[in-house]
């Protein structure tokens, strides 16, 4: 199953971006953005950040996770390739 979450930016190297997911670190892609910045939450594909994510609704977002579980957000996060 793939699915896309939102994740928060917290380092940019080059084309390549640290996220925190649930504090599981993990490289991306920023090859299909532009204007990516370290804080930014970002929309996460099969590796790559597809799109910036109003920081109200990535909160909403990671709060509905939150409620189905950690073990939920943590599998999910797993699935960010």
């Known amino acids: ?31 299909l953005m532009d204007d990516a910045a370290v804080g930014d939450y970002v929309i996460v594909h099969v590796g790559y950040a597809l799109t ?12 509905l996770f939150a409620e189905m579980g950690e073990a939920a957000l943590h599998e999910a996060a797993r699935e960010i390739h």
């Open 1 to 31: 199953m793939c699915l896309a979450l939102p994740c928060r930016i917290v380092a940019i190297d080059g084309d390549t971006a640290t996220i925190d997911v649930s504090g599981m670190k993990k490289d991306i892609s920023l090859a």
């Open 52 to 63: 910036k994510l109003d920081p109200e609704e990535a909160e909403k977002t990671l709060a």
